[in-house]
């Protein structure tokens, strides 16, 4: 299947992404560097850390 995108698109991304990211409004950096961290949930525990112990 092509790599397609939607008209206007990239002349969104261009344009208006750069405005809201002037205006504070669209984040200029990611805080983590995990998807969990971007969306604020923080790091993921460790499988060991959520089985009890036997």
Do not use: I, K, N, S
């Not at 205006?23 to 950096?29: D, P, S």
């Amino acid at each position: 299947m092509p790599h397609l995108t939607p008209g206007g698109l990239d002349e969104f991304v261009d344009r208006v992404v750069p405005l809201l990211q002037e205006r504070g409004v669209f984040r200029t950096r990611y805080t983590g560097v995990t998807l969990r961290e971007h969306l604020g949930l923080g790091a993921a525990r460790p499988v060991a850390a959520t089985v009890a112990p036997r």
